[in-house]
């Protein structure tokens, strides 16, 4: 039944809407997916489906199509929900053709929360058209050509039985407020369907803690509430999140800062701010559950007690302390490409090495290491991440070294060591450096001979990586040559600019070797692919330079 305002007239948050789905290749149906989750642009309430030529009630091609189509629906019923989806194609790639169907779960349907605004626009054209542009550069895939648009005509998400009614966290904050003693519920501006209707309740789980978003009971009057009559009695909800959803802590995720403190992001007085090169995630508010005591650099005794966490993307086990260090969801598309790259499996197989400059928690590594590189050396000055590093790479069955291990206390600078002498054993497949990359042309020099050529070199820090990009030349086989993955983020009008000056760049690096070294002076640079990886900000997107540096084809 329809809510109706005081009026008497239907609420028009009630009436159907016109949103946007895409439908993508069977095998781009993850990354779509992710990239649409971590934007908040999933419809979590609708199930992903097989595209099939029966699912169209209408096929529109043009704006007075769509005029009629929109008032037929109304006609028909204004209030209930349609789901057979009018279809709007921008190519003839998904165009209905009973003379050529399509292969039945060739291609699915994702449903998304981008409400179309309006039925025309000014020039005539549907709004799929434009709305198709705008969501997929939103979520990082705007050269996905093959990404089609489609439109349903539905409630809207938060009417279709109401998010509150499906979502465990909400049943979970509803059971909490009706055991509230009445002398508390009495003081509360409504019941809880009134207070839980329009709340957000995405959430992740990263085993055994629950994670939930800033955007969590933050409508009004939620606020005010939570820091009002409800703040005595709010740790009986995590309890039962916890109950509910198997987990043993609770903590609220925020942004990770540009900057932080200069002493330590973990300390309370006011120091003068520097970048957070370590990327310390000092805005995660932990609610419930004990995440140990603050330290960094850490003690032995710290990284022993404090509270690890863990998830399984692409097969591969990842884990952190979520007090200390990041974990990046939108890297997955990355992750996923190196274990498929041609370069890399090729490497794999002729057992060749490869190299993280800035490894954090095993992001790229680990895939380099699935995907079957014989040896990753990894580059950190973040206690913790090598820490995580290192648990991540003996979960997932992989044999780890590290250099200066027992030199946890010390400051993150560097003093000279013998690193073969501190290396647990060559044999291992993951080498772990803590300290800064800046000196891994000089540690790798040193073992050359001894260990596998290297041909993947990554480089994955932004804004920009190219501080290393020296490093990473310096470190490619000088018989062979190989790949170097420079991360940056580039204003997307920009990307082919930076392209063509990434390359000039390598150009110019690689120069000097080529008049020391005969084999050197052979090699040529390229740059024949940049991936997109996500939307960094607005108009900025997280870009990865694949640079060729390898002998001219004769």
Known sequence: MEAVNGQGQVDPDDLNRFYLNLIVAKDSVKKVKDALELHDLLDKSLKITPFTSDQIESSVTSSDDLQVVSRALEDRSLHKEINTPIIISTSDNYAPNP?????????????????????????????????????LQEIGLADRTDIEAQLTYRRHPSKRLDDSEKSILAQAVRKWLLSLPTSIRSKLPGNPDTLLGGCKWAYTIYTPMLLLTPAFLSKKPWPELLEGVLKPHISELYSIFCQRLKVTHVALNGPIPALVPSMSPL??????????????????????????????????????????????????????????????????????????????????????????????IGYFAFSYLKAGIEKVFCWDVNRWSLEGLRRGAENNGWAVGAVDDADVESELTYSHHDHEQKLKSLENRVLMFHESNKYAARTLGSLKGRIPPIKHVNCGYLPSSSDCWQIAVLILDDKEGGWIHAHENVPIKDIETRRREVVEIFEKLVEPYRKENEILSRFSVGCFHVERVKTYAPGIMHCVFDVSIMPRQP
Not at 109 to 120: D, K, N, R, W
Not at 291 to 304: D, M, S
Not at 341 to 355: H, I, P, R, Y
């Open 99 to 135: 003379d050529r169907p399509l292969p039945p779960d060739h291609r699915y349907v994702i449903p998304t929360t981008f409400e179309v605004q309006g039925i025309t626009r000014q020039d005539g054209q549907p709004p799929v058209y434009h709305s198709r542009d705008i969501i």
């Open 267 to 360: 300390r309370d007085d006011a120091q003068p701010a520097v970048p957070n090169i370590l990327r310390s995630p000092t805005t995660l508010v932990p609610l419930h559950g004990d995440f140990g005591k603050a330290a960094l650099p850490p003690r032995e005794q710290n990284l022993r007690e404090a509270f690890w966490v863990s998830t399984v993307q692409n097969d591969i086990t990842q884990t952190w302390a979520p007090l200390y260090t990041m974990f990046s969801r939108g890297n997955l598309s990355e992750k996923t490409r190196l274990l498929r790259l041609d370069s890399v499996e090729t490497a794999a197989a002729a057992g060749c090495s490869a190299v993280d400059l800035y490894a954090g």
